[in-house]
């Protein structure tokens, strides 16, 4: 089984903070990665999906890239709405998701 | 518009039975890949089962054998039927689409809320 190792599980940001959350895979995926953001009481929202694409209608200050079996997804300037959990998924094989990086307002 | 909506849900005892259900709009269930996910409360998620436009299914290890995938397409419902429930499977169910094998999961459900206690 593939695990995806997610860092860190929270922290603290305040707006307009640039904001790194990292996913590490335990093998080779390719770009099979995918970042969701989960606000409480709410199903996931897909945000970037292939590593680096931004789903349709997700605003641009949301960015991924993939260095190996590292990846990364950055938030240029935390807006207010930003205040969630996001979660990294693998689609390589079968369907593994991280942890979940909890990202609150300091 | 694609919407998907769960139903289903509810408080069952340990070693009982219940089915959940995912009505889909604005797409054909048998066109696309579906799937569940579950996440315990305060947890995070965990895939459930899938299952392919073809029929293919598969599950995850710790639902094997329990659980079973399947859609209604007149219906146009996606199904997953879970017996012999025990404490670990409390978790709010998604139903989720997505294109292929390796693709995102583009939509999901609100979610249902599914309790395993005596």
């Known amino acids: 089984d593939i695990q995806m190792t997610q860092s860190p599980s929270s922290l603290s940001a305040s707006v307009g903070d640039r904001v790194t959350i990292t996913c590490r895979a335990s093998?080779?995926?390719?770009?099979?990665l995918n970042w969701y953001q989960q606000k409480a009481g709410k199903a996931p929202k897909l945000l970037i999906y292939?590593?680096?694409s931004l789903q349709s209608g997700v605003p641009s200050r949301f960015s991924g890239s993939e260095s190996g079996t590292d990846f990364t997804l950055t938030i240029s300037s935390l807006q207010p709405e930003d205040f969630a959990t996001y979660y990294c998924q693998q689609s390589y094989n079968e369907w593994t998701f991280g942890q979940g990086t909890k990202v609150e307002i300091k | 518009e694609v919407q998907l909506v769960e139903s289903g849900g509810g408080l069952v005892q340990p070693g009982g039975s219940l089915r959940l259900s995912c009505a889909a709009s604005g797409f054909s269930v048998s066109s696309k890949y579906m799937s569940w996910v579950r996440q315990p409360p305060g947890k995070g998620l965990e895939w459930v089962s899938v299952i392919y436009s073809g029929g293919s299914t598969y599950y995850g290890d710790s639902v094997k054998g329990r659980f079973t995938i399947s859609r209604d397409n007149s219906k146009n419902t996606l199904f997953l039927q879970m017996n012999s429930l025990r404490g670990e499977d409390t978790a709010v169910y998604y139903c989720?689409?997505?294109?292929?094998?390796?693709?995102?999961?583009?939509?999901w459900g609100q979610g249902t809320l599914v309790t395993v206690s005596s």
């Open positions: 093998q080779s995926i390719g770009r099979y």
């Open positions: 292939a590593a680096s």
């Open positions: 989720a689409r997505f294109q292929s094998g390796s693709s995102p999961f583009d939509y």
